[in-house]
Protein backbone atom coordinates (compact mmCIF):
# COMPACT_ATOMS: atom_id res chain seq x y z
CA UNK A 1 0.00 0.00 0.00
CA UNK A 2 2.82 2.50 0.79
CA UNK A 3 3.60 2.27 -2.86
CA UNK A 4 0.17 3.74 -3.62
CA UNK A 5 -0.71 5.84 -0.88
CA UNK A 6 3.24 7.16 0.90
CA UNK A 7 4.54 10.07 0.19
CA UNK A 8 7.88 11.49 -0.22
CA UNK A 9 9.64 11.72 3.67
CA UNK A 10 12.83 12.24 5.90
CA UNK A 11 14.41 10.06 8.03
CA UNK A 12 16.53 11.81 11.32
CA UNK A 13 18.73 9.59 12.75
CA UNK A 14 20.64 10.42 16.47
CA UNK A 15 23.78 11.26 16.30
CA UNK A 16 25.10 7.99 17.78
CA UNK A 17 23.50 6.50 14.65
CA UNK A 18 24.84 8.82 12.23
CA UNK A 19 28.03 6.72 11.35
CA UNK A 20 26.07 3.80 10.76
CA UNK A 21 24.74 5.68 7.16
CA UNK A 22 28.27 5.21 5.85
CA UNK A 23 27.83 3.16 2.80
CA UNK A 24 23.98 3.53 2.24
CA UNK A 25 24.20 5.68 -0.51
CA UNK A 26 25.33 2.62 -2.32
CA UNK A 27 21.36 1.06 -2.31
CA UNK A 28 19.04 1.96 -4.81
CA UNK A 29 16.20 1.15 -2.40
CA UNK A 30 16.34 0.28 1.58
CA UNK A 31 13.95 -1.63 4.02
CA UNK A 32 12.41 0.04 6.82
CA UNK A 33 11.29 -1.61 10.07
CA UNK A 34 9.03 0.83 12.12
CA UNK A 35 7.26 0.34 15.44
CA UNK A 36 3.26 1.39 14.30
CA UNK A 37 3.08 3.10 17.61
CA UNK A 38 -0.68 4.22 17.19
CA UNK A 39 -1.59 0.63 15.62
CA UNK A 40 -4.29 -1.58 17.99
CA UNK A 41 -2.59 -4.83 19.27
CA UNK A 42 -5.50 -6.55 20.24
CA UNK A 43 -7.22 -7.67 16.88
CA UNK A 44 -5.94 -11.34 16.60
CA UNK A 45 -8.88 -11.98 14.10
CA UNK A 46 -9.87 -8.73 11.48
CA UNK A 47 -12.46 -8.46 8.78
CA UNK A 48 -10.36 -6.34 6.22
CA UNK A 49 -12.94 -3.95 3.68
CA UNK A 50 -12.08 -5.96 1.15
CA UNK A 51 -12.49 -9.19 2.63
CA UNK A 52 -16.33 -10.72 2.66
CA UNK A 53 -14.86 -13.08 5.89
CA UNK A 54 -12.38 -12.27 9.00
CA UNK A 55 -9.04 -13.30 8.64
CA UNK A 56 -6.49 -13.94 10.95
CA UNK A 57 -4.00 -11.23 11.55
CA UNK A 58 -0.93 -13.28 10.45
CA UNK A 59 -2.77 -13.62 7.08
CA UNK A 60 -2.97 -9.60 6.75
CA UNK A 61 -0.64 -6.95 5.84
CA UNK A 62 -2.61 -4.66 8.51
CA UNK A 63 -1.09 -2.69 10.78
CA UNK A 64 -2.96 -3.78 13.67
CA UNK A 65 -0.71 -6.82 14.83
CA UNK A 66 0.36 -7.89 18.48
CA UNK A 67 3.42 -6.52 17.68
CA UNK A 68 3.12 -3.73 15.31
CA UNK A 69 6.26 -3.77 13.25
CA UNK A 70 5.92 -2.34 9.65
CA UNK A 71 8.03 -3.73 7.16
CA UNK A 72 8.51 -0.60 3.99
CA UNK A 73 10.54 -0.88 1.09
CA UNK A 74 11.19 2.25 -0.35
CA UNK A 75 14.02 4.09 -3.00
CA UNK A 76 16.89 6.16 -1.81
CA UNK A 77 16.21 9.70 -2.74
CA UNK A 78 19.31 10.80 -1.08
CA UNK A 79 21.45 10.91 2.16
CA UNK A 80 23.35 13.37 4.20
CA UNK A 81 25.49 11.55 7.41
CA UNK A 82 26.35 14.58 8.92
CA UNK A 83 23.10 15.88 9.22
CA UNK A 84 21.92 12.33 10.12
CA UNK A 85 19.21 12.71 7.43
CA UNK A 86 17.99 9.77 4.45
CA UNK A 87 15.39 11.06 2.12
CA UNK A 88 13.09 8.24 0.44
CA UNK A 89 10.43 8.41 -2.01
CA UNK A 90 7.29 7.64 -0.37
CA UNK A 91 6.06 5.13 3.07
CA UNK A 92 2.58 5.11 4.69
CA UNK A 93 3.37 5.43 8.44
CA UNK A 94 2.32 8.63 10.34
CA UNK A 95 4.91 11.30 11.32
CA UNK A 96 6.81 10.69 14.09
CA UNK A 97 6.33 6.77 13.55
CA UNK A 98 9.99 5.31 15.32
CA UNK A 99 11.83 3.63 12.75
CA UNK A 100 13.34 0.30 14.20
CA UNK A 101 15.98 -0.06 11.48
CA UNK A 102 17.14 0.25 7.80
CA UNK A 103 19.00 -1.89 5.50
CA UNK A 104 20.14 -1.75 1.87
CA UNK A 105 17.32 -3.83 -0.12
CA UNK A 106 18.70 -6.77 -1.99
CA UNK A 107 17.00 -7.87 -5.16
CA UNK A 108 19.01 -11.09 -5.79
CA UNK A 109 17.15 -12.43 -2.10
CA UNK A 110 14.68 -9.78 -1.18
CA UNK A 111 12.64 -9.87 -4.50
CA UNK A 112 10.43 -13.20 -4.90
CA UNK A 113 8.81 -13.19 -8.15
CA UNK A 114 7.15 -16.60 -7.81
CA UNK A 115 5.86 -15.54 -4.82
CA UNK A 116 1.68 -15.79 -4.84
CA UNK A 117 -1.03 -15.37 -2.54
CA UNK A 118 -4.13 -18.18 -3.04
CA UNK A 119 -7.00 -16.04 -4.50
CA UNK A 120 -5.10 -12.98 -4.37
CA UNK A 121 -5.05 -11.17 -8.31
CA UNK A 122 -1.43 -9.48 -8.19
CA UNK A 123 -1.40 -8.39 -11.61
Do not use: M
Not at 105 to 115: G, H, I, K
Amino acid sequence: QAREAGVPATIVFDQAFRPGLQNLERASHVVILSWLHHAPRNLIVQKPRHAAEPKGVFSLRSPARPNPIGLHVAKLVGIDIAAGRIEIDAIDVLDGTPVIDIKPYYASTDALPDATIAGRDET
